[in-house]
Antibody, heavy 120, light 107 residues
Framework: EVQLLESGGGQVQPGGSQRLSCAAS????????MSWVRQAPGKGLEWVSA????????YYADSVKGRFTVSRDNSKNTLYLQMNSLRVEDTAVYYC?????????????WGQGTLVTVSS | SYELTQPPSVSVSPGQTASITCSGD??????ACWYQQKPGQSPVLVIY???KRPSGIPERFSGSNSGNTATLTVSGTQAMDEADYYC??????????FGGGTKLTVL
């Protein structure tokens, strides 16, 4: 059974940093691209960042480019999102997602999400 | 940048057919997928590559994509289908993009 378990959310002040983690299990992690998707309270879904299976290629939404960094440790089956220079508008539930077998592809599994609140 | 447009809400009576549209420039040239999200839960993939259903998704969910419009159809709608639905595509100019979401209400 595929499982994606996010952690690292919480409250942070504007301008601060936060690191999210996503522990994956139930599939060969190193074979699949992964993405982060966020959802602000009461709003729709917004793709944030993606990383290839090997970790050699990374992609970012314009809204986070230069502030967020996605990475992965295939030896630990873990995906990360380092968020710097956080803004109030970054407040959202952040979901870890697994891509389908032929990237760029749909997101076939989602984690339960972790809430990041940026507030003073 | 590429944009997808969905109606904010769609209403349907139990047992009837609901159609949710997703519009974008030359959308039919891309692969569209659909997610269902119930309150307080994570999204679930219900349609991928325009019309394919993942394992475990009921047959009453179907999809199509042509021209500028992708459509999610729920046949014989049940109360449990009440949820928000999001379309999504990948575009070379914006990477992954979601529609704004449609709230399906089963009256």
């Amino acid at each position: 059974e595929v499982q994606l378990l996010e952690s690292g959310g919480g409250q942070v002040q504007p301008g601060g940093s936060q690191r999210l983690s996503c522990a994956a299990s139930g599939f060969t992690f190193s074979s699949y691209a992964m993405s982060w998707v966020r959802q602000a309270p009461g709003k729709g879904l917004e793709w944030v960042s993606a990383i290839s299976a090997s970790g050699g290629d990374t992609y970012y939404a314009d809204s986070v480019k230069g502030r967020f960094t996605v990475s992965r440790d295939n030896s630990k089956n873990t995906l990360y999102l380092q968020m710097n220079s956080l803004r109030v508008e970054d407040t959202a539930v952040y979901y870890c997602t697994k891509e389908g077998p032929q990237p760029p592809d749909y997101f076939d599994y989602w984690g339960q999400g972790t809430l990041v609140t940026v507030s003073s | 940048s590429y944009e997808l447009t969905q109606p904010p809400s769609v209403s349907v009576s139990p047992g009837q057919t609901a159609s949710i549209t997703c519009s974008g420039d030359k959308l039919g040239d891309k692969y569209a997928c659909w997610y269902q999200q119930k309150p307080g839960q994570s999204p679930v993939l219900v349609i991928y590559q325009n019309s394919k259903r993942p394992s475990g998704i009921p047959e009453r969910f179907s999809g199509s994509n042509s021209g500028n419009t992708a459509t999610l159809t729920v046949s014989g709608t049940q109360a449990m289908d009440e949820a928000d639905y999001y379309c999504q595509v990948w575009d070379s100019s914006t990477d992954w993009v979601f529609g704004g979401g449609t709230k399906l209400t089963v009256l």
